[in-house]
């Protein structure tokens, strides 16, 4: 076996007994190759979202060729074993590589995500359900504040009747209190050079 596994790399294309196809070699082997290649080679680009490119296409080259050993393995005869043998081989070669750009992707996939998908069904439900969670959470908060603002003027209505007085200077207070928080906020909004941040409208 070890022989066999030797002679892979360098072998003339081997033809199918079987089905009469000629396969070859070299084709399986230089897109394997050419991914090593590419991960031994220091990359200038230390980008997330370039090295998770990365990893996608070495995932679907990883299923391309388990296609070709599944179809290598449903005609197999005798000649089919040294191109059965270099696919394992580029199997091997292209899980190495996959895991070793992985490394370079520092990416938090939540478990409900990965149970999502043992499960067999859609992982966009999970998003689905956050998006769900939070609008449902927001109808509450936003509840609570309708009805703590209701609690308030209701109060003050209440107070303006027992106590005027006090109710005026309050609101004299707040007044000058909301006056004196737009003055900071229209301070912290302006550039050195005197211009005013103006906040683009999407």
């Given at each position: 076996m070890e022989s066999s596994q030797n002679t892979v790399v360098g072998t003339p294309p081997v033809s199918g007994g079987g089905n009469g196809m000629t396969i070859s070699q070299s084709n399986d082997a230089s897109p394997v190759e050419s991914t090593a290649m590419n991960a031994s080679t220091p990359n200038p680009i230390d980008d997330?979202?370039?090295?998770?490119?990365?990893?996608?296409?070495?995932?679907?080259?990883?299923?391309?060729?388990?296609?070709?050993?599944?179809?290598?393995?449903?005609?197999?005869?005798?000649?089919?074993?040294?191109?059965?043998?270099?696919?394992?081989?580029?199997?091997?070669l292209e899980l190495d590589n996959m895991s070793k750009l992985a490394e370079k992707c520092n990416i938090q996939v939540p478990m409900e995500v990965l149970n999502l998908i043992d499960d067999g069904k859609n992982p966009d439900e999970f998003t689905k359900d956050v998006i769900n969670n939070c609008?449902?959470?927001?109808?509450?908060?936003?509840?609570?504040?309708?009805?703590?603002?209701?609690?308030?003027r209701h109060l003050l209505e209440e107070l303006e009747q027992a106590f005027p007085d006090e109710v005026e200077a309050y609101r004299d207070v707040r007044a000058g209190s909301a006056a004196e928080l737009k003055r900071f906020a229209q301070a912290q909004s302006m550039l050195p050079n005197g211009d005013v941040k103006v906040k683009s409208e999407i």
């Open positions: 997330p979202k370039h090295n998770l490119t990365q990893v996608i296409n070495s995932v679907q080259k990883t299923l391309g060729i388990l296609h070709q050993l599944y179809l290598t393995v449903s005609s197999f005869n005798v000649a089919s074993q040294l191109p059965l043998l270099q696919r394992l081989n580029n199997l091997v609008i449902a959470k927001n109808q509450i908060t936003k509840g609570k504040t309708d009805a703590f603002k209701g609690l308030r």
